[in-house]
């Protein structure tokens, strides 16, 4: 109820969906002025479809994804299909109470790089997360085409330390890769006294006969009553045995100690 004094007035009355109401409407004192008007709808209920999941943005607000059903009035819009690493597709509408209301919207097309691993073994096995869309291009030199995304690839082959590297993938580049797999050995510490606490590059290892990918190694040896052991070692072999001895070390009762090799 709205309170107005006598005159002309002009009157505007909107609803969202539909075509504004206007008219014009003579007041007089003391008399009451009812209006009923007649809202035209100004919309239709659309479905707008996309393969693939994508995303779908109407006039850059995101609706859904795979397919949206709603609202959409009369007027211009700009419909938009995003999916990761992939092409946006786009259509421009001009609504109208003539337009179809089931919209299907051309998919997104894939973005690819080009990735090329080489390995310094044959037969290695090569895996690859998150699970892409791979398109090999030649299998025989691991040469793919692949969605541009970050990766994790990791090439592993039994005998060997195998590698993971983390790859990003651009568009329309290619990215040359090298895995070198260490061959992995079997070593065994002779010589050690008992409960000797073994060190290989600094990390300490459960038992005197342990695994290290082949190359140069630093060995540390610590034992209660003995002199620290230290050797740089080279792994060569598949069964390699390295063998150690201590110098013992004595105390006496001033605090002196000595030292010797048997």
């Known amino acids: 109820k709205i309170n107005l004094k006598s005159g002309s007035y002009d009157v505007m009355i909107t609803k969202p969906f539909y075509k504004s109401y206007i008219t014009n409407v003579v007041i007089e004192d003391s008399i009451a002025l009812n209006l009923s008007p007649q809202m035209v709808p100004n919309y239709k209920d659309v479905v707008i479809q996309v393969p693939n999941n994508a995303e779908i943005y109407v006039n850059k607000q995101k609706k859904g994804n795979g397919s949206w059903s709603g609202r959409l009035e009369y007027g211009f819009y700009d419909i938009e299909a995003r999916l990761k690493s992939h092409e946006s597709s786009f259509t421009s509408l001009n609504f109208t109470e003539s337009s179809e209301t089931n919209i299907k919207l051309d998919p997104p097309q894939p973005i690819y790089g080009i990735l090329k691993l080489k390995t310094n073994v044959s037969n290695a096995t090569i895996s690859i997360e998150p699970k892409p869309v791979i398109k090999p291009i030649n299998s025989n030199d691991n040469t793919y085409t692949l969605l541009v995304v970050t990766y994790k690839v990791k090439v592993e082959k039994p005998g060997y330390k195998s590698v993971e590297k983390v790859i990003t993938i651009n568009k329309n580049a290619t990215v040359n890769e090298y895995f070198s797999l260490s061959n992995i050995y079997q070593v065994s510490i002779v010589g050690a006294p008992y409960r000797a ?42 069964y390699q045995t390295v063998n150690v001895k201590m110098a013992k070390r004595y105390y006496y009762p001033d605090g002196a100690y000595m030292t010797a090799d048997y």
């Open 197 to 238: 606490s073994i060190y290989v590059d600094g990390q300490v290892q459960s038992g005197t006969t342990f695994e290290l990918v082949s190359g140069e190694h630093v060995l540390d040896l610590t034992a209660r009553g003995y002199r620290k052991y230290h050797k740089k070692i080279n792994v060569t072999e598949p």
